[in-house]
């Protein structure tokens, strides 16, 4: 336990300090790339599926007639579209307020194995100041295709 | 009158702290030795000025002086006293004002008292402080003036925000700001002990009030922010790694682990470099918070004003202190001598492993609050959430708090485990027991459960440090780690316990339908509109019983704000002993149901009861310190007396 | 790290380093260019293609052919449950008072809603279409209510005015209608 040189014990303190924070950097890295959660778009979605287990947000536009509410009155379904591809989504939960068909939506969740996308949090607040910033992207890049898709 | 009044004493204030940074560089020279005398008074005056400064726009905001830019934007002559004088600070030009008065008063303060370090290294932080406040004072005066006039003057203000009228908001922001400062002084210390290289016990004990007393506001601040978040966002939740949380959250941690570290160097005069790094750190953590925060550079659920190009000035500021203090750190800390060493087993190796895995969070932490920033340069977008923050926090925290149970315990320079294996033996049968009850009665997930068996070995663990000393004679500084620790333990057994046994009902309810959950009984009652000045609420009146008992009434609420349009939800929490009962109302569904969210959060209100107990301990430590500091400076100055009277 | 050990110098500037790597990214961040305002991508860009039913009786409906006239016109998008459209009122029939050509789009609106919000506000407005999705708000880059564009004579965005009008905003708006070629 004492073996260490006295001499020695700024170098070993230094170093046992570098490794841990290098371990911890190593890690977060690791982590990261394993548990942030990416933005897709429908056609993403369908074109390169994330893993099931992986929580990713998926934004698009709510198409019109899809949203359909469950006898429980808490679980909702509805599909999200990009003009490209569209997106079954399940809901449980209360539903923010600006969330209406053909409306832009950003869900965070999973993809099920069966294709739904099953979300755990709507993001539909929608006046500027609440935006989520890959909404203001697809607003100005895909907005014309997607309504012409929902319309 | 009054605004000119301000912006000169804060113009001159902002000349006196050039004056003090030229004169404390300048003394530290052989030539410039006279100015020496300068400083402290200049220090003085400066904070002095500030304080002026900050009065003058109080006395604005109280008398609403519309011609004042800054109170015709945040004030309105109707509205309650209290909030007219927390919209001094609750926007961004007051809330800096604020900034540079508390540091100049410190600054002043430390001026007055500090005796105990050489006269070099006091000339060497009072001109770091003042070069830190100048960039400050910059800031204000260049591009965002509090006491600007406006022409024509209106005819009324436009009031304040109505979501940030509450109470705990008020006072939210202040509590965090002091803490800011109080660690801009470690920063000083840290700065000026660099400068002349007198890294000791001395310099220790000088920086640790500041750092304990910057601690306890993070530590109150982060526990009310925590709380407001709870019960104000209505999702239930009480941490959401949000980045403007972990803004608060990251100088907390390095003033933490400054702390502990200060403990060292002033016991035992080793961690010399390191705790000087750490004092750095610590204030760069507070200044990046800041920036978050302000240049609205990350998205956050906590809505702020946000400017860019306030941004842009805060990180200015940020590069040149923070670089600045890193480059002197990388040309001189390789000439701070060596401390004492220690063995790996002792109180020493026990703080450092706390100081590394303090830092490791810590770097976790930035990383994940930085990454989705850094994933956009490269073309991905990304949010980071608590699957990334929860674990890999865990992983860093879980062995902190078990050598938090025994490091206290230890002695300083040299120990073994044998010594102490015998007091530990207790809380780790108590860990023990809770591990397998867990296992047993509960489904919890591997954190909740591990949580759940810390907190019960550190609650006893941290008690016993009280052992076999006399309870009135043991020394507060004492007192103050023990309740502390205790704290931890509490908090984490709050945090563990709602993640573990939270029990969450999700229902479309009809009037006069009764829900279980937990051991509630929810009925909802009624349902009614109500309005407020600029909302409109549907209002749930809903019964609720436990275990059968009467019923209490809990009113939560679907609000609908006009400007901007956007809909919030008032939550109704019944608080028991035991827990909280979390009342959330949505929606009203197409065949006439409302939407109901109920949780049953059994003892969720240690996480913020455990907060308080910290920032408690804190103030004891605190207490304890400066008493005995003065004790020892009476002393003194009875000696040097008794000796004059020899002399004579 | 000491004097007497081997120095490693290179250690002590590793705090350094990763405190400029953390500036380097956030001044990305910064210096991003400023798509914070929702749509300014749509500008210079023409308008989506639309037709859209009128909102009262009394104005005919709005399509993407009516602003190919040849003048600038302004796109009022605003709604009869918006409080900062009924701010911006005066300002707007200001405007129409100087021969200005205003087309306005209400947003999920109910007819005699707007129709009684303009009774109560002035109507400033030559069309009005009815956008009961906010499917050409969204398409036209619009994020919130109010907002105005700029649309010059060949049906060409010029500029996006995000908020209500205020009084000191009117020459700016003139100004952008001027660069528009009115």
């Not at chain 1, 942030?36 to 056609?43: L, R």
């Not at chain 2, 573990?500 to 009614?528: M, N």
């Not at chain 2, 400076?633 to 009875?638: C, D, N, S, T, V």
């Amino acid at each position: 336990m004492n073996t260490i040189k006295p001499k020695h014990q700024r170098l070993v303190l230094a170093l046992v300090a570098l490794a841990a924070l290098v371990g911890a950097a190593l890690l977060a890295i690791w982590g990261l790339r394993s548990q942030a959660s990416y933005f897709y778009v429908p056609q993403e979605l369908v074109a390169s599926p994330p893993a099931p287990d992986r929580a990713v947000r998926l934004g698009g536009m709510v198409e019109q007639g899809s949203l359909k509410t469950e006898a429980d009155g808490v679980t909702i379904s509805f599909v999200v579209g990009d003009g490209k591809a569209r997106v079954p989504v399940r809901f449980k939960g209360i539903v923010p307020s600006l969330f209406v068909e053909g409306s832009g939506v950003v869900a965070e969740g999973k993809r099920a194995a069966d294709g739904t996308f099953v979300a755990d949090n709507l993001l539909a607040k929608h006046d500027e100041k609440y935006v989520p910033r890959e909404m203001q992207d697809m607003t100005a890049e895909q907005a014309k295709q997607v309504v012409a898709e929902t319309r | 009158m009054i605004a000119e009044f301000g912006l000169a004493a804060l113009w001159l204030a902002a000349a006196l702290a050039a004056l003090q940074l030229l004169a404390g560089s300048l003394a530290l020279t052989p030539r410039g030795a006279g100015l020496a005398a300068v400083v402290r008074p200049v220090a003085v005056v400066q904070g002095l000025l500030g304080l002026v400064a900050f009065v003058a726009l109080i006395v604005l905001f109280c008398e609403t002086d519309l011609s004042v830019k800054l109170v015709a934007m945040n004030s309105h002559s109707a509205k309650p006293f209290i909030y007219k004088l927390a919209g001094a600070w609750g926007n961004h030009e007051g809330s800096m004002l604020l900034w540079v008065t508390v540091m100049g008063l410190s600054g002043g303060f430390l001026a007055l008292v500090e005796k105990r370090l050489p006269e070099p290294t006091m000339l060497a932080t009072l001109a770091g402080q003042a070069f830190v406040s100048l960039g400050f004072y910059a800031f204000l005066l260049l591009s965002s003036n509090p006491f600007e006039r406006l022409s024509p003057v209106p005819a009324e203000g436009q009031g304040l925000n109505p979501l940030l009228q509450d109470i705990g908001l008020a006072f939210h922001p202040p509590t965090l700001y002091l803490g800011y400062v109080g660690l801009s002084v470690a920063f000083s210390f840290a700065i000026g002990a660099l400068v002349t290289r007198e890294v000791g016990p001395a310099f220790a004990r000088a920086m640790r009030p500041w750092v304990l007393g910057a601690w306890i506001f993070l530590t109150l601040g982060i526990t009310a922010g925590s709380y407001w978040a709870y019960y104000e966002l209505g999702w239930g939740g009480w941490w959401f790694w949000d980045p403007v949380e972990n803004a608060s959250l990251m100088p907390w941690l390095a003033a933490t682990a400054l702390l502990h570290s200060a403990s060292v160097l002033a016991a035992r005069n080793a961690l010399r470099a390191w705790t000087i790094m750490l004092g750095v750190v610590a204030f760069s953590m507070s200044m990046v918070g800041t920036f978050l925060v302000r240049s609205g550079i990350l998205t956050s659920v906590h809505a702020f004003a946000v400017d860019p190009e306030r941004g842009s000035f805060i990180l200015a500021l940020l590069a040149i202190n923070i670089g600045g203090a890193l480059t002197l750190f990388g040309l001189r800390a390789a000439t701070v001598t060596e401390g004492e060493r220690f063995a790996p087993v002792s109180r020493e190796g026990a703080l450092v492993f706390n100081n590394v895995m303090l830092s490791a969070t810590l770097g976790i932490v930035l990383f994940g609050t930085l990454y989705p920033l850094a994933a956009e340069a490269m073309g991905a977008k990304v949010s980071v959430g608590p699957p990334y923050f929860n674990p890999m926090s865990a992983i860093f925290v879980a062995p902190m708090l078990i050598v938090l149970a025994v490091g206290p315990l230890l002695r300083w320079r040299r120990d073994t485990f044998a010594r102490v294996s015998g007091s530990v033996a207790l809380p780790a049968l108590l860990a023990a027991a809770a591990a397998v009850g867990v296992a047993f009665w509960t489904q919890a997930g591997l954190l909740p459960m591990l949580g759940l068996v810390l907190a019960a070995g550190l609650a006893l663990a941290s008690l016993l440090p009280l052992r076999g000393r006399g309870l009135r004679r043991t020394p507060l500084a004492v007192w103050g780690m023990v309740m502390a620790h205790f704290g931890v333990a509490v908090a984490l057994g709050g945090m563990a316990s709602d993640s573990a046994f939270s029990v969450e009902k999700l229902v479309a309810s009809r009037v006069g339908e009764t829900t279980a959950v937990g051991p509630w009984q929810v009925r909802l009652d009624r349902i009614e509109p109500v309005a407020g000045q600029n909302w409109t609420a549907m209002e749930a009146r809903l019964f609720v019983s436990y275990r059968g008992g009467a019923p209490i009434a809990a009113f939560p609420q679907s609000r609908s704000f006009w400007t901007p349009p956007q809909q919030t939800s008032e939550s109704a929490l019944i608080t028991r002993w035991n827990g909280q009962l979390y009342t959330v109302l949505g929606e009203q569904s197409d065949d006439g149901r409302w939407q109901l969210r109920l949780w049953w959060k059994p003892f969720v209100t240690l996480i913020w009861f455990g907060g308080v107990l910290i920032a408690l301990g804190g103030l004891l430590a605190l207490l304890g310190r400066v008493s005995s500091d003065l004790r020892r400076l009476i002393a003194r100055e009875k000696i040097a007396d008794r000796r004059q009277r020899q002399g004579r | 790290m000491s004097e007497q050990q081997k120095p490693r110098p290179w250690a002590l500037w590793l705090p350094l380093a990763l405190f400029g790597a953390f500036v380097v990214v956030v001044l990305f961040g910064l210096l991003r260019p400023a798509e914070r305002e929702v749509a300014s991508a749509m500008i210079g860009k023409p308008q989506p293609q639309f037709d859209l039913r009128p909102a009262v009786p009394d104005r005919p409906g709005l399509a993407r052919a009516d602003f190919t006239a040849g003048k600038p016109r302004l796109l009022n998008i605003f709604a009869s449950w918006c409080i900062p459209c009924a701010v911006e009122a005066p300002q707007l029939a200001r405007l129409a008072g100087q021969g200005v050509q205003i087309d306005g789009i209400a947003i999920r609106d109910r007819p005699e809603d707007v129709a009684a919000f303009l009774a109560r506000n002035g109507n400033p407005f030559a069309r009005i279409g009815a956008d009961d999705v906010s499917s050409v708000q969204m398409a036209i880059g619009s994020s919130g209510v109010p907002e105005t564009f700029v649309i010059d004579g060949k049906g060409i965005i010029r500029y996006q005015h995000i908020g209500e009008i205020r009084e000191d905003q009117l020459p700016l708006i003139l100004d952008k209608l001027k660069e528009a070629g009115l």
